[in-house]
């Protein structure tokens, strides 16, 4: 079983029994036989104790008050990366792979190479000029494929090790708006992987 002590367990108690107490020792030092160093070492002591409790308390306040100021600013942070996020997702040229790589869509599952499918986004740029943009990822890039108008097939146009690439072939009829379709693959240790991109279809104006 804990043994009582005699001392208050609370900072204010302990302060308010400590002014009783030095109050009756002023009264009657000698009856209690308490030395003048002794009281003036307990009164020193417990000025001492007050002072730490004051400001104890006030950093407390302060604290309390920092904190709620922290918050509100938080909120108010949370709010306008919200509002940006909603520009940024609703911009003509936004893709998943650029939400990725902000940071603003958390992925839904541990990326893998051998699965996965670029994010592909294409943007005509006028004269036969296209803007492609991607997810790099941990690839070493990607190998482009292009289909236009009199191609039997896909045809592979570039490899792009970084986002943007640009498709610079020049129409094939100059001052004739052509329609490119687009597709890429991820590359690692120069081998393609994974999946192709959905097709990307382009109005490529003169």
Known sequence: MRKEDFIPATDQDLLAWLAQ?????RADLAGYGVTEEELAELIDAG???RGAVT???????????????KKQRRERLETVLRKVKR????????????GLDLGIVPPK???????????????DQTGGVVRLTFTKY???GINIYCQREGDS???LVGRAAHSPWLD????????KAELRRYTAVYVRKDQEVGQFSNEVAVSCAP
């Open 21 to 25: 107490a030095l109050g009756k020792l």
């Open 47 to 49: 000025d001492d104790f």
């Open 55 to 69: 400001d104890a308390l006030a950093a407390a306040a302060a604290a309390k008050a920092a904190t709620a100021c």
């Open 87 to 98: 520009h940024i997702k609703g911009h003509r040229g936004y893709t998943t792979a650029m």
């Open 109 to 123: 599952h541990r990326f893998d190479l051998n699965t996965a499918k670029p994010d592909l986004a294409a943007i």
């Open 138 to 140: 941990k690839s070493e």
């Open 153 to 155: 097939g896909w045809v």
């Open 168 to 175: 610079t072939r020049p129409l094939l009829q100059a001052g």
